[in-house]
């Protein structure tokens, strides 16, 4: 008795397993019809992805040049033609938007590429110089006994690093020109040295050091 007993209980089971194998195919094939097709909807998924990111990268980069030619960027300070008002290695910001509107104004830091007298002596037309703005069209300067005169009449600059220590007769400014000079007078490469600057090669204005942290601030 306990021998059929055994076997019915074995035969049950065997016949319960047996049924629940066949009722579990057809999900299995299902799962593994569902399985073969998620690697292409991720594939697909992923190169979406891929593309979206591209575009943003794209815009991303259109907008940096769009900002960086007409609006403002950032420029180095290579040498102390500007000291010390700007040191050998500050950063500026060079907005670009105001002189859309109007000229250089007296006083102003500009950043300009080298005037045709500049490259004839072996500058690269690319290269920018920063100076500050002495004379604008019309204005005629001088330089005597280490004063800058405007239309005869000596500027207060307490942005230099010393007195002028040379000598320049009066000259007046052209039509669309400008007459520039470095704060460090006596190592400036500027308009004493080469003359004038014409409007157009004016990139734009330094109007706020970035760095370093110390002296951040506009001048």
């Not at 991303?60 to 010390?84: C, G, H, K, N, Q």
């Not at 500049?118 to 920018?128: C, I, K, S, T």
């Not at 308009?191 to 600057?197: A, C, D």
Request: hydrophobic share 35%; charged share 20%; net charge neutral.
């Amino acid at each position: 008795m306990v021998s059929k007993n055994e076997n019915s209980i074995v035969s049950n089971e065997s016949s319960e397993l047996a049924n629940s194998t066949v009722e579990d195919t057809e999900p299995e094939k299902s799962t593994v019809g569902q399985q073969q097709q998620q690697p292409t909807s991720g594939g697909s998924s992923f190169w979406q992805q891929t593309r979206d990111n591209l575009q943003i990268i794209a815009i991303a980069l259109a907008l940096a040049l769009l900002i960086r030619t007409f609006v403002a960027e950032p420029r180095y300070i290579p040498s102390d033609s500007m000291f010390p008002t700007l040191k050998v290695g500050d950063r500026v910001v060079v907005e670009k938007i105001s002189y859309l509107f109007r000229p250089p104004a007296r006083g102003e830091i500009i950043v300009f590429n080298p005037p045709l007298q500049l490259q004839v002596r072996g500058y690269d037309p690319d290269q920018a110089f920063i100076k500050r703005v002495i004379g604008t069209s019309g204005k005629t300067i001088a330089i005597q006994q280490g004063k800058v005169y405007l239309n005869d009449t000596p500027l207060a600059e307490d942005y230099i690093a010393e007195p002028p220590a040379y000598q320049m007769r009066p000259v007046q400014v052209p039509n669309e020109q400008l007459f520039v000079m470095g704060d460090n007078r006596n190592n400036s490469n500027d308009s004493h040295v080469w003359g004038f600057l014409p409007k157009q090669n004016v990139i734009g204005r330094a109007c706020f050091r970035f760095w370093p942290l110390d002296r951040i601030g506009v001048f």
